[in-house]
């Protein structure tokens, strides 16, 4: 058994991983509740144990991770009488493993850090099986004593493992990321339904658009459901990247600045939530734009 004890609140698609991971390699791990019990009880029956609540969870876990969806859904378990801040003492580190506002972030930091426990961000880059595999990419960053308490954990959950310096640089950077990931994929989405309209073929663009330096990952995601039908290499939906792209315009603005690249892209998002497709996955944008273009 591995000598730290980890709490996790967040048991969705990587949340479900990563703690699959942990409980892989012998950590002793508490979860808690989630919205549905599957993964939770899926854990369980592998060997986790099951919190009260979130200040209980804190009680007994020396790092607490929590992979949440919104800031604001951080801000609900970690505030509060039985939030994980009333749960702290010295010594034990707060990952927040989702994709936050760094201005939420600073905020929780500073309380945290009045305890004497340490606060950080570490969003994360690639899919849950990646998690599974430990091949994680982790952006952290904060108070460097908290990180180096985490980090062993850390990289059994990684294969990339960066160090970014004060609070907030990591979903600071993860945001820039998610825009530039989320405009792309917007983009090659209109490129294959534009093909469509103009009479050529969706593989014949690929080939020859991937043969120069446009070609990525993100283009392969897109492809794989513009081409073969497969929307999960990329297991990311449209609702969290919509609400990605509203942050990372929500920091701009916060810092003075008034995006422009980003307006675009999160039109797009906007309107593909709006029109009833929240819960599928970015590749099929591409089906948004078909609906969009007949």
């Known amino acids: 058994m591995k000598n730290t004890k980890v709490g996790f609140i967040g048991l969705g698609l990587m949340g479900a991983a990563m703690v699959d991971r942990l409980i892989s390699l012998g950590y002793e791990v508490t979860v808690l509740g989630n ?5 939770i009880d899926a854990a369980l029956a592998k060997g986790a144990k099951e919190a009260e609540s979130a200040k209980a969870l804190s009680q007994v876990s020396d790092i ?20 994980v801040i009333s749960g702290l003492s010295a010594g034990k580190v707060v990952i927040d493993f989702g994709t936050s506002l ?7 930091g500073a309380k945290v850090n009045k305890l004497g426990a340490y606060y950080l961000d570490g969003p994360l880059g690639r899919t849950p099986s ?8 982790i952006m952290a960053s904060g108070d460097e004593t908290g990180f180096g308490i985490a980090k062993p954990v850390l990289e059994d959950l990684s294969e990339n493992l960066f160090y970014l310096g004060s609070l907030g640089s990591g979903h600071t950077i993860k945001l820039i990321n998610n825009f530039f ?10 490129a294959f ?3 469509d309209k103009a009479g050529v073929d969706r593989q014949t663009l690929y080939n020859v658009m991937s043969a120069g330096p446009l070609h990525s990952a993100m283009m392969d995601f897109v492809k794989s459901f513009a081409i073969e039908n497969n929307p999960k290499d990329l297991a990311f939906s449209i609702k969290n990247a ?20 980003s307006k675009s892209a999160n039109n797009t998002l906007t309107q ?21 273009f007949k």
């Open 35 to 39: 919205r549905t019990r599957t993964p």
């Open 64 to 83: 607490i991770m929590l992979c949440m969806d919104t800031s604001a859904s951080v801000e609900s378990r970690v505030y509060g009488n039985e939030g």
């Open 102 to 108: 760094p201005s939420s972030t600073k905020a929780i």
């Open 130 to 137: 990646h998690a599974i595999e430990g091949k994680l990419n």
């Open 181 to 190: 990931a989320m405009t792309t994929a917007s983009a090659m989405s209109e």
């Open 193 to 195: 339904v534009m093909a």
């Open 242 to 261: 919509a609400k990605d792209v509203g942050y990372y315009t929500q920091m701009a603005e916060d810092l003075g600045i008034d995006s422009i690249m």
């Open 272 to 292: 593909a939530v709006e029109q009833g497709y929240s819960e599928n996955m970015v590749p099929e944008l591409v089906s948004f734009f078909e609906k969009k």
